[in-house]
C-alpha cells in the first residue's frame, strides 16, 4: 500500500529556512495531489498547501509569502520550504495525499517529524 | 485560524453511542464544501475516518458515520469501545480564508 515518509532536520534555528522531503512508496506519485500539513503541540492540524504532479501549487495565504513546495518525479518525491522561522514554526509536520476528487480530504498520512525552531 | 468549531470534549460509556458536532459558516460547510474527519490517537498521524461528508474509507467500522447540514456537520460513533479514546477533528475548506481548515478539535473520553 501506499506509504509516505517525512525526513528533514528536527532543529533549526530562528530566521533561517525549514527543509523538508516527504518520499512516496507503493505507488506512483503522479495523478495525485500531495499536502503539507503541521500541528504544533497541543493544538489542531494547520494546512500548509499542496502540489500535484505536474507541479501545480496552492498555499495557505497565512504561510504563502514564506512557503515552496516543490516536486521531484524521478524519485517519487515532494519537498517544503519554509523560510524566515520562528518559535511558532515549532510543530509536528507531516505529509498527506489528498482525495481530490472527493473535496481535498488527506488518506493517506506519513508518521510526522518533529520540527523544532530554536538557537 | 481554526474556522470550524467542535466541542472540547465529549464522554460515553462503552457501547454507547456518542456524537461530534462540527459548526462552520456561510463560506466554509454552508457554501457546499465536503466535511472529513479524522481520528487521531495519542503519539499518532491522524487518520481518515470520513470523507465527503458521509463516506467511510475502506476498513473503517460501521460504527463510525458522518452527516451534513446547513452550515454544519456531525460524526457519530455506536457501540462506543475503549480504544475510541482519542482526539477527532473535522475538516472542510473555506472560500473567505482561501484554504482548507480544521476543526478546534474533539477529546473522546471512554468511562
Known amino acids: 500500500q501506499v506509504q509516505l515518509q517525512e525526513s528533514g532536520p528536527g532543529l533549526v534555528k530562528p530566521s533561517e529556512t525549514l527543509s523538508l522531503t516527504c518520499s512516496v512508496s507503493?505507488?506512483?506519485?503522479?495523478?495525485?495531489?500531495w499536502s503539507w500539513i503541521r500541528q504544533p503541540p497541543g493544538k489542531g492540524p494547520e494546512w500548509i498547501g499542496y502540489?500535484?504532479?505536474?507541479?501545480?501549487?496552492s498555499y495557505n495565504p497565512s504561510l504563502k509569502s514564506r512557503v515552496t513546495i516543490s516536486v521531484d518525479m524521478s524519485k517519487e518525491q515532494f519537498s517544503l520550504k519554509l523560510s524566515s522561522v520562528t518559535a511558532a514554526d515549532t510543530a509536528m509536520y507531516y505529509c498527506?495525499?489528498?482525495?481530490?476528487?472527493?473535496?481535498?480530504?488527506?488518506?493517506?498520512w506519513g508518521q510526522g517529524t518533529m520540527v523544532t525552531v530554536s538557537s | 485560524q481554526s474556522v470550524l468549531t467542535q466541542p472540547p470534549s465529549v464522554s460515553g460509556a462503552p457501547g454507547q453511542r456518542v456524537t461530534i458536532s462540527c459548526t462552520g459558516s456561510?463560506?466554509?460547510?454552508?457554501?457546499?464544501?465536503?466535511v472529513h474527519w479524522y481520528q487521531q490517537l495519542p503519539g499518532t498521524a491522524p487518520k481518515l475516518l470520513i470523507y465527503g461528508s458521509i463516506n467511510r474509507p475502506s476498513g473503517v467500522p460501521e460504527r463510525f458515520s458522518g452527516s451534513k447540514s446547513g452550515t454544519s456537520a456531525s460524526l457519530a460513533i455506536t457501540g462506543l469501545q475503549a480504544d475510541d479514546e482519542a482526539d477527532y477533528y473535522c475538516q472542510s475548506h473555506d472560500s473567505s480564508l482561501i484554504t482548507y481548515v480544521f476543526g478546534t478539535g474533539t477529546k473522546v473520553t471512554v468511562l
Open positions: 456561510s463560506s466554509s460547510i454552508g457554501a457546499g464544501y465536503d
Open positions: 507503493g505507488d506512483s506519485i503522479s495523478g495525485y495531489y
Open positions: 502540489i500535484n504532479y505536474s507541479g501545480s501549487t
Open positions: 498527506a495525499r489528498c482525495i481530490a476528487a472527493a473535496g481535498f480530504g488527506f488518506d493517506i
